[in-house]
């Protein structure tokens, strides 16, 4: 199996968090870039000779998106591969662009599968966000989505928020469990640069918590969640029975994907490439040339580090028969399992090497200390 995602890189303005690639001025050329997207779509069918079971519309926002653009998509990726076998198509919205009409609209196209990003229940924390709905507008858009038949809702929510108490975050999670949601993607807010956040860091109108503030709202939100019966399978990423992000899933398991529209990734399980980020060289790009994207190709290091990277991030771990076939563990790697396991951060089962509870904490660390340089 094989997955799609498409970059709408659009927004109506500019989060002061968000680092990703998308354009606040964009309504003069999006007919331009929207047709630019299919034509990606239909020259690299090719490349994807699997089943596609799952599409993902991430951003940006797309559900700026209007019907007529978001079918034409769907219809190039439909033409070009198979999606017989789909089972996941995932749409990322704001809550202000949920409506009884769209709701009705985006389900006859056959999206399943909402992203929602509410990502706090505190006004104060959306209005320095520079976010474009309250917090009942959030909470009101997934009642909306359930009771027009999404079974499959994800609530998107960042924690280590500026002054944000160990109280507040309890209840913004115990307030979440309530709604009708299967799925709950949790990230913790990163200063990045070039942002507005990291100017209001900067100058000292914003303190981000320390270290053991977040780790103790990291842990709230394990227990919490799985009190409220969802199961932490990803680092971020949590869900009721069944309720598994498969296309998420599957990146981390390293399955195939391409990734069209202005800064997508794309990965064949050799080699990762990635589009242009910048939308008007995006536009004007000869598709039958090759400067309009740049290209890794995977050495055995390169697919060790991923695979420690993407697995030990997950609740399926790192399979022991992956590592046999890259070489196996070195005598220092070796000493390294015995440190995070004397540590209560890594444990063996029959088939694979997985984190403890204990050991999510500290995932990115870990991973990176079983990277190969050389």
């Known amino acids: 199996m094989a997955g799609i995602y498409l970059h709408i890189p659009f927004c109506r303005k500019r989060c002061s968090y968000c680092d990703f690639h998308f354009s606040t001025s964009f309504e003069k050329y999006r007919g331009k870039l929207i047709a630019k997207i299919g034509e990606e779509i239909s020259l690299r069918k090719s490349e994807l000779t699997e089943p596609i079971n799952t599409i993902y519309f991430g951003g ?72 474009s709905h309250a917090v009942q507008n959030g909470i009101d858009a997934i009642h909306l989505a359930a009771e027009k038949g999404f079974d499959r809702i994800n609530a998107d929510v960042i924690y280590g928020l500026p002054d944000l108490t160990l109280e507040q975050w309890e209840t913004t999670l115990r307030e979440i469990t309530r709604l009708p949601i299967n799925h709950v993607s949790a990230y913790c807010l990163t200063v990045e640069e070039k942002t507005l956040l990291k100017k209001l860091v900067s100058k000292g109108q914003l303190e981000i918590p320390t270290d053991e503030v977040i780790e103790s709202q990291f842990t709230q939100l394990i227990e919490i969640l799985a009190s409220a019966g969802f199961e932490q399978y990803e680092v971020s990423n949590f869900a009721r029975p069944d309720g598994e992000a498969i296309h998420n899933a599957n990146y981390w398991r390293g399955l195939s994907y391409c990734g069209f529209g202005p800064s997508a990734h794309s990965y064949d399980g050799k080699s990762r490439r990635w589009n242009v980020s910048n939308n008007s060289s995006y536009m004007q790009a000869d598709f039958n040339k090759s400067d309009w994207f740049e290209t890794e190709f995977l050495n055995d290091n390169n697919r060790w580090n991923e695979l420690f990277l993407t697995g030990l991030r997950t609740k399926w771990g790192v399979e022991k028969a992956a590592i046999q076939q890259l070489g196996g563990f070195r005598k220092e790697e070796q000493k390294r399992i015995d440190y995070w396991s004397d540590l209560n951060c890594l444990k063996h089962n029959l088939h694979a090497l997985e984190l403890t509870k204990k050991g999510m904490l500290f995932a990115d660390k870990i991973a990176q200390d079983f990277f190969r340089l050389t």
């Open 60 to 131: 940006g926002t797309p559900s700026v998106l209007n019907n007529d653009e978001l079918e034409f998509l769907l219809n190039e990726v439909i033409k070009n591969y198979d999606t017989s076998l789909i089972e996941e198509i995932t749409f990322e919205v704001n809550p202000e662009d949920v409506t009884n009409n769209k709701l009705e609209s985006w389900k006859a196209l056959g999206i399943n599968r909402l992203s929602i990003g509410i990502q706090s229940l505190k006004e104060e924390d959306l209005l320095w966000m520079n976010r």
